[in-house]
């Protein structure tokens, strides 16, 4: 049984850091690539990063890209995302999913992803 389980949220001030954690079981996790996802309250879950198995293809959004990183240990089968610089429009629930799929590819599409934890919540103050 596949299970997500974040951590790390919380309160930050504008231009603070973050560093979420996500840790995988009940599957073989080097071999699939994992994302992480936001939702903001009215809004529509959005894709925030994603990396490969491997750790070697990453893939951000645009708005987060030079801020945020995602990394993953496989001995550990943790997957992070480090957010720098946070502005209260990044104040979400986070989300960690893991694709449906095995392969390299990196993908932005919801759909794709078929394996979700909880959400950790975030929140930056201005």
């Known amino acids: 049984q596949v299970q997500l389980v974040e951590s790390g949220g919380g309160l930050v001030q504008a231009g603070g850091s973050l560093r979420l954690s996500c840790a995988a079981s009940?599957?073989?996790?080097?071999?699939?690539?994992m994302g992480w996802f936001r939702q903001a309250p009215g809004k529509e879950r959005e894709f925030v990063a994603s990396?490969?198995?491997?750790?070697?293809?990453?893939y951000y959004t645009d708005v987060v890209l030079g801020r945020f990183t995602i990394s993953r240990n496989n001995a550990e089968n943790t997957v992070y995302l480090q957010m720098n610089s946070l502005k209260p429009e990044d104040t979400a629930v986070y989300y960690c999913a893991r694709k449906g799929s095995i392969g390299w590819a990196v993908t932005r599409d919801k759909a794709d992803y078929v394996y979700w934890g909880k959400g950790t919540q975030v929140t930056v103050s201005s």
């Open positions: 009940g599957h073989r996790f080097s071999i699939y690539t």
């Open positions: 990396i490969s198995g491997s750790g070697s293809n990453t």
